[in-house]
């Protein structure tokens, strides 16, 4: 269509609109499919710190130990605090459970004695724990019988105990954790006259488990030495890989069982349902917002073909079709939704981007980008503002 005849048209069919309305449809529309991109957005990024690949790998998933609750039945029962062979297995057929991991104890006595600047001597409590429930494995984990030096997991949290209360109330420095990996450390096991000498060091930090971890063949070996006590035994702790401990029926289960666990690692279920709240409310008024912005848009649309019914007449008789001027008026909305489309994207995109630079200040993972369930959200409602455009014209013009 050449430029003189989409000037005659121009003048003809949109002379004197009412800006006005036109402005505040499309306001409706930018508020409504901003809020519903930013509900799904929400949802999506929630379910990416659940379920998705982080930054180091599986960050999706939740680590939780757990242990039988010591109550007043149980308290003087012998194994009564213990995970049977079918409580293992009840777990492991639990919907949200992925991996159940034995952690054992020693049952052992174990002398610790630290030289350096930190000179104390203590009892010290080990646990071990399969490697791959293992934050991250250092590359000297292993051991083997006759090897006298023992590498040692501390965690984070004990580390944050003796530099914040144990070391102010007894005159002791503080430590870094690369400090903490310097400090010689000497361990005794086993009861006096068979007791053996070993040298250990600190070669890493846990934020998963609250306890010093060595490897798990030096417990093994010292529980079958000194206590006779041989690999597979009842265990009083399991470590379980969770996929979404959020779960109702998953907590439910917990708690029907009598198990125990930190209450901070099950804080998703709560964060869950106020994100459930958060995104179902704000995708309903998204709608609302859209459906009237949608029909103030439709309507501007139809009132402005009602109005140039003589010009509609008179294009008609000098040979214009009903599929030409459908084309033209098409042409003059359709930007106007592509725009309120790309406005609404790139506001996401941007919020996106804050979300993400807020999370990484938290110690949490999240993309720089919106993903796939918001870009089909915007397809979707895209679609759907074009079909309900298009047909309007059509409609209004055949009339």
Not at 110 to 137: C, I, N, R
Not at 215 to 236: H, K, L, M, V
Not at 376 to 389: D, F, G, I
Request: overall charge positive; hydrophobic content about 45%; glycine content about 10%.
């Amino acid at each position: 269509m050449k430029q003189a005849q989409k000037s005659m048209l121009k003048h003809l069919l949109l002379y004197g609109t009412g800006r006005g309305r036109l402005w505040a449809a499309i306001g409706a529309l930018f508020v409504g499919n901003f809020l519903l991109l930013a509900s799904v957005l929400i949802w999506w990024n929630f379910n990416e710190l659940l379920y998705g690949k982080g930054e180091h790998g599986d960050a999706g998933s939740t680590y939780l130990v757990v242990g039988k609750q010591v109550t007043n039945t149980n308290v003087g029962l012998k194994g009564g605090t213990l995970f049977a062979d079918a409580d293992i297995a009840g777990l492991k057929q639990t919907p949200q459970v992925q991996e159940v991991g034995i952690i054992t104890s020693n049952k052992f006595p174990v002398w610790a004695v630290l030289g350096g600047q930190v000179a104390m001597s203590t009892d010290l409590p080990l646990e071990g724990v399969p490697d791959k429930f293992l934050d991250q494995k250092p590359t000297d984990w292993d051991w083997k019988p006759g090897r006298r030096d023992v590498p040692i997991i501390m965690s984070t949290q004990f580390l944050g105990l003796y530099n914040y209360v144990f070391a102010p109330s007894q005159g002791l420095p503080q430590l870094s954790e690369s400090s903490v990996k310097m400090i010689a450390l000497r361990i005794k096991i086993g009861p006096e006259g068979r007791a053996e000498t070993y040298s250990a060091h600190v070669v890493g930090f846990s934020d998963r488990i609250n306890s010093v971890i060595a490897p798990q063949s030096f417990i093994d070996y010292g529980n079958e030495r000194f206590a006779g006590q041989t690999a597979g035994a009842q265990p009083s702790q399991l470590i379980l890989k969770v996929k979404d401990p959020s779960d109702r029926h998953f907590t439910d289960y917990l708690k029907e069982k009598g198990y125990s666990t930190n209450n901070e690692n099950l804080r998703w279920s709560r964060i869950r349902e106020i994100v459930e709240v958060v995104t179902t409310a704000t995708g309903v008024l998204a709608v609302l917002l859209m459906g009237i912005g949608a029909l103030v848009f439709i309507l501007f649309i139809e009132l402005t073909i009602a109005r140039a019914h003589g010009s509609l007449l008179l294009l008609k008789e000098i040979g214009y079709g009903p599929g030409s001027l459908s084309g033209f008026m098409l042409g003059r909305f359709v930007p106007l939704i592509a725009g309120v489309v790309l406005a609404s994207s790139g506001a996401i995109t941007v919020l996106q981007y804050v979300a993400m630079r807020r999370a990484a200040e938290s110690g949490l993972w999240l993309h720089t980008l919106p993903g796939l369930p918001v870009w089909v959200a915007m397809s979707a409602s895209t679609a759907v503002l074009l079909l309900l455009v298009v047909r309007s014209v059509r409609a209004a013009i055949g009339k």
